[in-house]
């Protein structure tokens, strides 16, 4: 279910240092099962790498019990949290996982800044993963001292310009209320799959329904159109989609299609775009003779 940012790292970490790679594979309801994963653990298994929340499917994984079974097998649990942070609260001192990323983009933020979040258990590392100024409490040839953390994650210059901004991103977001932006996105993508389930050329990938586990996100198909085409259609009427594989081409080959159209929703989008997507829909059938 992973976007390649949390899939290309490991295999090529994989190459360097020699470690088995397993895929936890989604199941025919598009989601992960706990009980698939426990027929891949060993007693070698170190590290679970997931995604909070699905950037094709809209699905949000059971990463409260993803985490308490790590914990249970002695697993560290690394969560992209690049579409969850987006969509639900997320309180990472309850949830006790190891490592949760996402980039401040995301949540309307600024370019070129990320999150890594570390659990305070690794703070006793000696070596850090990544070094160089900034981070240091005193160098001799043999002997380095290094800053606690946070210092000691991050060497280098800060981009302080980002992190400036970035926080007026979160009091943005947390003046809207995170839990509000989830259930209004809700009720958003309800409206919009019981229209679009009236469509007949119109497939949609995995929505039997919709709750706080698959919301927001929404990948379907025009049949017998590639999702580009699609694309640029709608973008004579002003209505901008992303189309593709979505950095996820895993998630493709299990849909058995090469791409998607994807509709993805934020707070700031509306019932009557909804309304108006769907007519553009029939206007794109017209034009292309559906
Ligand atoms: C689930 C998920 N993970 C990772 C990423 C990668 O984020 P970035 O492009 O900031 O590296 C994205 C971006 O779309 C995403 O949706």
Redesign the pocket.
């Known amino acids: 279910m ?5 899939l290309l790292p490991f295999f090529n970490l994989s190459k360097v240092f020699g470690f088995k790679l397993k895929l936890w594979k989604m199941n025919d309801n598009l989601e992960l099962d706990i009980k698939d994963l426990e027929n891949l653990l060993t007693n070698k298994t170190k590290l679970l790498c997931v ?5 094709v499917l809209g699905v949000v994984n059971n990463i409260y019990d993803i985490v308490k079974f790590c914990k249970e097998n002695g697993i560290m649990v690394l969560i ?5 942070i987006v969509h639900s609260r997320i309180d990472l001192s309850e949830l006790g996982t190891d490592f949760y ?3 401040t ?2 949540i309307y933020g600024p370019f070129g800044l ?1 999150v890594v979040y570390v659990n305070r258990k690794h703070f006793g590392r000696q070596v850090p993963p990544f070094s160089g100024g900034s981070m240091v409490r005193s160098v001799f040839f043999n002997d380095v001292s290094y800053l606690g953390p946070p210092m000691f994650f991050e060497p280098g210059t800060q981009a302080f310009s980002q992190i400036f901004t970035f926080k007026y991103s979160i009091e943005y977001l947390k003046s809207l209320g995170l839990q509000n932006i989830e259930e209004y996105e809700i009720e958003l993508t309800k409206y919009f799959i019981n229209e679009l389930n009236q469509i007949d050329f119109i497939q949609v990938y995995g929505y039997n329904n919709v709750s706080n586990k698959r919301f927001a996100i929404v990948p379907f198909n025009v049949k017998g159109i590639h999702p580009h085409d699609v694309s640029f259609l709608l973008d004579q009427y002003n209505i901008l989609i992303r189309v593709g594989h ?3 081409q895993l998630i493709h080959h299990k849909l058995n299609v090469p791409a998607t159209c994807r509709v993805s929703f934020s707070f700031y989008n509306t019932k009557e775009e909804v309304d108006n997507f769907i007519q553009v829909l029939w206007k794109i059938r017209k034009f292309l003779y559906l």
């Open positions: 992973e976007h390649h940012a949390n995604t909070h929340m699905s950037n992209d949290g690049a579409q969850g990323v996402f980039s983009h995301k990320g979505h950095c996820a």
